[in-house]
């Protein structure tokens, strides 16, 4: 069973991905969960309090999955590590409505939330940049990736999986991950010793 704000985050998180932020009043969220607007603010002081504590959450949840997903390879060669964050990284996307939400946050932030948002996200990358940068450091010290600048690398991954991001909301599932192996080969011809 379900709580209150529990069922008002996940009306939130659905609406505003369709929607965006500006065309989700709360009283359509409200409506959603089958409560009145006023009750709304038993749990989130305003619209921009429910979209942030959102935008949190899926931030977070994107962070683990990336941790995750460089954990659970931690035994293999760096190459395999990259390509399983590659597509561990996609396969978030894929979360019905979670990557849809994070795309628009990031690309179309409400006005008003911008700077709070855009830190957020700097927080993140910074902890990002730590992980792939170790990552680097190891494929070189193993000999698998060739002598280029450690932020070329890093930039390059940011390309290749903010291109997927865009392509995710293109093409179905099969074209998709035909797609991902593509760019993926072409990036490791790219940066394998």
Not at 102 to 119: D, G, M, S, T
Not at 130 to 140: A, D, T, V
Request: hydrophobic letters at 45%; a negative charge.
């Amino acid at each position: 069973m379900t709580t209150t704000e529990e069922r008002i985050r996940a009306a939130g998180l659905r609406l505003f991905a369709e929607q965006g932020y500006e065309a989700t009043p709360l009283s359509m969220i409200a409506g959603e969960v089958g409560i009145r607007t006023p009750s709304l603010y038993n749990h989130f002081d305003s619209k921009e309090a429910l979209f942030m504590a959102l935008a949190e959450e899926v931030e977070a949840d994107m962070l683990a999955h990336f941790s995750r997903s460089i954990a659970r390879y931690a035994e293999q060669p760096v190459r395999d590590r990259l390509h399983a964050l590659i597509v561990d990284t996609s396969d978030f996307i894929f979360q019905q409505h979670r990557g849809v939400f994070y795309k628009r946050f990031l690309l179309f932030p409400p006005p008003a939330l911008k700077e709070a948002l855009a830190a957020i996200n700097q927080d993140s990358e910074r902890y990002i940049d730590r992980l792939l940068l170790e990552l680097f450091h190891e494929g070189q010290r193993r000999g698998e990736l060739r002598a280029l600048d450690e932020r070329a690398f890093v930039s390059a991954l940011y390309c290749l999986v903010d291109g997927l991001f865009s392509e995710r909301f293109l093409y179905a599932r099969e074209e998709f991950d035909r797609r991902l192996e593509g760019a993926w080969t072409v990036f490791w011809a790219g940066v394998c010793a």
